[in-house]
């Protein structure tokens, strides 16, 4: 403890002295600074130290800068314009010079200190302990809080696998870009790992991490010093392009793109592309946020994904428009779902070369009140997208097998086909939602078909072959539709127990100039749905010839406009009881004949 003689400080130490508390003796004021735990100096009004704690004397010595002095009569303002600098420095003494002539009622800022052992933070906190204006400074070490407060802004900001700016500090980087008044054009980068899931599920999560940390790493090599790489999320990066049109852009994402020529080692060789879209902001405009921005990089991402890998995409306003369609589709479709617009039409399928209808395969239509009868091709895939395909299917297979009991209750005894798609499959629903249909129409299982398109069936056999299988033992018939037009490999066709293979009508029609190799592709379609033990159905037959083809390269089953367009279950009536007088297939048969169901 370092002290002036305090008989020599006048007046007398006296706490709280402005608000008319007791003076303190020096003794007992030295126990009181002792007793402080933090680095603590009394000063005279011009700065001189009048007295020191024994923790400022431990602190003097643990920092060891030169700049800091320890004992009393140490001019403490020059010390701190030596220590702070010019403006900290400064800062400090008009502060405590103010404090020290009553204005205000205490002193309280935060700063560092570059000591030679590493920087420290304090949080000064002054007092005036009495009227001739001398002043209690206390210094709090607070760098360990700093420290800690430190890491955690920067884990708040940050991705922990890859180190990248998350996508928190991102949007806030973009946005304190697009308000400056004067910016330039600002871009952002949107690029997306094509099938990154693929090295999840086949080569595991570590290789996954791996991956990113690769890729991340390779795109910081890219990136100019004026630019910001972030991870948003899963395998998607985002630039932030300072400085630079959508033109400028283009070039810059091709060169992000070509680090995708060089394989990535994920313990084996992996070869990936990715797909990159583009969003731009032209100069000063503020009217435009973070979000907007890579919502439509986002939105560009996806469009160049969809025509394929590796590809790069710039935004337009069309695509936006496009989403915002898609949003409204939904909402009406929630809607017609339960209010009851959606119709189911029937296309019968018939048994070759017999001619006799099998059964019918219900296709869904959406009565819209204003824009009329609505085909799937405009709404299935909204359903899928949002959430809708479970209700749409539970209602199909509801309707369609109410309409099938029907039928069979008057002597009709038709199969009837549902299509399901893959999100259905993926809910893990759809045996449940299919017992339920039967328990509730009181069809016979073996009248049902469930319908599931090849690309479906690709993207989870196993969970497929399973739901498949559970059906399958419940007596209901599967098909595998569209077959010919995706990329189910062999394999899985194998092992998913369907009884009904559907060529697709791509392979059916063929073009007029290829007709031997559309019989080519039929007969080797037709010979391994026999050696799967499933029965070929040639499906969008348009022409006589068509039908003939089929029949005669041995498809089991047909439907296509040449026998009938889908139609609503009451047309469907009429069209069997007429059917025999019209039909080009069996002009002179009888109507029992037609409709005796499958074989
Ligand atoms: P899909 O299951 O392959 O159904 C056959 C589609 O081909 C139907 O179109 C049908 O009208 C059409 N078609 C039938 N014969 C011919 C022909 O000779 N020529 C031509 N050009 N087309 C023919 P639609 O009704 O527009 O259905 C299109 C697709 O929508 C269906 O293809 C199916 O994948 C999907 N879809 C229909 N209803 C449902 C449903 O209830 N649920 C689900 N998930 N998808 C459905
Ligand atoms: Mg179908
Ligand atoms: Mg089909």
């Given at each position: ?6 008989a020599?400080?006048?007046p007398p130490?006296?706490?709280?002295c402005?608000h ?5 003796h020096?003794?007992l004021s030295?126990?009181?600074?002792n007793?402080?735990p933090s680095p ?8 001189t130290?009048l007295m020191?704690n024994a923790?400022w004397d ?5 920092v ?6 320890g004992?009393?009569?140490v001019?403490?303002f020059a010390?701190?314009?030596r220590?702070?600098g010019k403006?900290?420095?400064r800062?400090?003494v008009d502060?405590?010079?103010?404090l020290s002539?009553r ?9 560092s200190l570059?000591?030679?052992?590493g920087?420290h933070?304090y949080h000064?906190q ?10 209690v400074v206390?210094h709090t070490?607070?760098?360990?809080r700093?420290r800690a407060e430190?890491t955690?802004?920067w884990?708040?900001?940050h991705?922990?696998l890859?180190?990248l700016?998350?996508?928190?500090a ?6 304190a ?5 004067d910016?330039p054009a600002?871009?952002?980068l ?5 099938g990154f ?6 080569l595991g999560?570590d290789?996954?991490?791996?991956l ?5 790493a390779?795109?910081?090599?890219r990136?100019?010093s004026?630019d910001?790489?972030a991870r948003l999320?899963?395998d ?5 392009v300072?400085?630079c049109d ?6 810059l994402a091709?060169r992000?793109r070509s680090i ?7 313990g084996?060789t992996v ?5 990159i879209?583009?969003a ?9 946020r973070?979000t907007?921005?890579v919502?439509?990089?986002?939105l560009?991402?996806h469009?160049?994904k969809r025509?394929?890998?590796?590809r790069i995409?710039?935004?337009s306003?069309?695509l936006?428009n496009?989403v915002?369609?898609?949003?409204l589709?939904?909402?009406e479709l929630r ?13 019968p399928?018939?048994n070759?070369?017999?001619g ?5 395969e219900?296709?869904v ?6 824009r009329?009868?609505?085909p ?11 959430q809708l395909?479970a209700?749409?299917?539970r209602?199909v297979?509801?309707a ?8 069979a209750?008057r002597g009709?005894?038709?199969c009837?086909a ?9 809910e893990g629903t ?6 339920e249909?039967?328990?509730?129409s009181g069809l ?8 599931l398109?090849?690309t479906?069936?690709?993207?989870d ?10 059906l399958r033992t419940?007596g209901?018939?599967v098909a ?8 189910s490999s062999?394999?899985?066709?194998i092992n998913?127990?369907a009884?009904v293979?559907?060529i697709?009508r791509s392979?059916v029609?063929?073009?007029?100039d290829?007709?031997s190799q559309?019989?080519?592709a ?7 749905a026999?050696a799967?033990g499933m029965r070929a159905?040639a ?6 010839e068509?039908?003939e083809?089929?029949?005669t390269?041995?498809c ?6 040449h ?7 009451a047309?469907?009536q009429?069209?069997?009881?007429e059917?025999?007088a ?6 002179t048969?009888?109507?029992a ?7």
């Amino acid at each position: 403890m370092h002290s002036k003689d305090l008989a020599a400080v006048s007046p007398p130490l006296d706490v709280a002295c402005d608000h008319g508390a007791r003076a303190l003796h020096a003794p007992l004021s030295v126990a009181v600074l002792n007793a402080l735990p933090s680095p603590t100096v009394l000063l005279d009004p011009d700065g001189t130290v009048l007295m020191t704690n024994a923790a400022w004397d431990v602190a003097v010595e643990t920092v060891d800068d030169d700049r800091i002095a320890g004992g009393s009569g140490v001019d403490y303002f020059a010390m701190a314009q030596r220590a702070g600098g010019k403006v900290l420095g400064r800062r400090i003494v008009d502060s405590l010079r103010a404090l020290s002539r009553r204005e205000g009622a205490s002193v309280s800022l935060d700063y560092s200190l570059q000591h030679p052992a590493g920087t420290h933070w304090y949080h000064l906190q002054a007092s005036r302990v009495n009227p001739a204006g001398q002043l209690v400074v206390t210094h709090t070490d607070v760098t360990e809080r700093v420290r800690a407060e430190r890491t955690s802004a920067w884990q708040a900001r940050h991705d922990a696998l890859t180190e990248l700016p998350n996508a928190a500090a991102l949007y806030e980087l973009i946005d304190a870009e697009l308000q400056r008044r004067d910016h330039p054009a600002v871009t952002v980068l949107f690029l997306d790992v094509d099938g990154f899931n693929d090295v999840n599920d086949s080569l595991g999560h570590d290789a996954g991490d791996a991956l990113l940390c690769q890729l991340a790493a390779r795109l910081a090599g890219r990136t100019r010093s004026t630019d910001t790489l972030a991870r948003l999320a899963g395998d998607e990066f985002v630039v932030l392009v300072r400085d630079c049109d959508a033109v400028g852009a283009e070039a810059l994402a091709a060169r992000y793109r070509s680090i995708f020529d060089e394989s990535f080692d994920l313990g084996c060789t992996v070869r990936l592309t990715a797909s990159i879209g583009i969003a731009t902001v032209g100069e000063a405009d503020t009217s435009v946020r973070s979000t907007d921005l890579v919502c439509d990089a986002d939105l560009a991402m996806h469009a160049a994904k969809r025509t394929g890998r590796g590809r790069i995409r710039v935004f337009s306003p069309d695509l936006r428009n496009a989403v915002q369609q898609k949003v409204l589709v939904a909402g009406e479709l929630r809607n017609a779902i339960e209010t009851g617009q959606l119709v189911l039409h029937y296309q019968p399928i018939v048994n070759l070369p017999s001619g006799r209808v099998y059964g019918a395969e219900a296709l869904v239509r959406w009565q819209h009140p204003q824009r009329g009868l609505i085909p799937p091709s405009d709404f299935v895939a909204v359903a899928e997208e949002y959430q809708l395909i479970a209700p749409l299917t539970r209602w199909v297979l509801d309707a369609a097998t109410r309409q099938a009991a029907e039928w069979a209750a008057r002597g009709l005894p038709l199969c009837v086909a549902v299509n399901v798609s893959a999100n259905t499959l993926a809910e893990g629903t759809l045996v449940d939602d299919v017992a339920e249909a039967l328990a509730g129409s009181g069809l016979t299982p073996d009248r049902l078909i469930v319908e599931l398109t090849e690309t479906t069936v690709a993207e989870d056999p196993e969970r497929a072959a399973a739901q498949f299988a559970a059906l399958r033992t419940s007596g209901v018939e599967v098909a595998i539709d569209d077959f010919g037009s995706g990329y189910s490999s062999l394999g899985q066709l194998i092992n998913i127990p369907a009884g009904v293979l559907k060529i697709d009508r791509s392979l059916v029609t063929g073009a007029a100039d290829r007709r031997s190799q559309s019989a080519a592709a039929i007969t080797a379609v037709v010979a391994l749905a026999q050696a799967c033990g499933m029965r070929a159905l040639a499906e969008g037959v348009e022409t006589a010839e068509q039908l003939e083809l089929a029949t005669t390269l041995g498809c089991a089953l047909a439907q296509g406009y040449h026998i009938a367009r889908p139609m609503p279950a009451a047309e469907l009536q009429t069209w069997l009881r007429e059917r025999p007088a019209r039909a080009k297939l069996h002009p002179t048969g009888d109507p029992a004949r037609h409709l005796s169901g499958a074989s």
